[in-house]
């Protein structure tokens, strides 16, 4: 039978350092997915080196319970089938999802060159989000926030650089980099978050980072629940 689907895309940039208490906070902020009805893509994606691209390393959904009048036609014995099968799908789903989740987590680290961030995002939003508008859609972003690339760098020979919004728009505009996020829940975690260290970014740099990221994904049709600096304290 035709259900809706609550979709959760878990994005995580490899070049953002995260603490072992971080990933277990990830971890943690995730861990009530994987419901009847649940569907989530999990997908790592780097800056451009050898060895290292964009891959897919979990998308699952677990089937949503049929109706009572669907299970009214079938069989005692398919009923039963039926639901026991699905009965079974949320805890199976939920041991594949934790694996997957920390295997991707691990391969997160400081000493790649920083994303070409916007770039990838908007490749990520238009391949692997349904456009459908029945779909409750939420988007978890693992990532410091810090792009670094030939349309805007954000720092630069170990420092935060200040942004210019009007500026940095204009540019992406001309690029068309503004990803189209069909009216999803966006999080981020890790914004401001400085590779190699137990710290992010001065409070005076923060303020601007963060407007930037809440301007990028309004213009692109995200609405913004949390930007994480770095941690999100409200379950996605």
Not at 128 to 149: A, C
């Amino acid at each position: 039978p035709n259900h809706k689907l609550d979709a959760l895309y878990i994005f995580i940039d490899q070049t953002t350092y995260l603490t072992k208490t971080m990933k277990k906070s990830i971890a943690g902020l995730i861990s009530d997915w994987g419901e009847n009805g649940d569907r989530v893509k999990i997908l790592r994606f780097s800056a451009n080196v050898k060895g290292q691209f964009t891959e897919l390393m979990f998308n699952e959904t677990v089937d949503a319970m049929p109706s009572e009048e669907y299970l009214f036609h079938l069989r005692t014995k398919d009923k039963k089938n039926l639901l026991t099968c699905l009965q079974r799908k949320p805890a199976q789903f939920k041991t594949l999802f934790k694996k997957t989740l920390t295997r991707t987590l691990k391969m997160t680290t400081h000493t790649l060159p920083k994303t070409d961030l916007l770039y990838s995002l908007k490749l990520l939003a238009s391949k692997t989000m349904t456009q459908k508008d029945e779909h409750r859609q939420t988007v978890l972003i693992i990532t410091d926030g810090l792009e670094n690339s030939d349309y805007l760098r954000f720092h630069g020979k170990g420092t935060i650089k200040k942004i210019n919004l009007k500026r940095s728009f204009k540019k992406l505009k001309k690029n068309k980099l503004i990803a189209n996020w069909n009216n999803a829940d966006i999080y981020i975690y890790g914004l401001g978050h400085i590779s190699n260290t137990d710290t992010y970014i001065r409070p005076k740099l923060i303020a601007p980072l963060k407007n930037f990221w809440q301007a990028y994904f309004s213009k692109g049709k995200g609405k913004v629940k949390q930007l994480g600096t770095p941690e999100i304290l409200l379950s996605t």
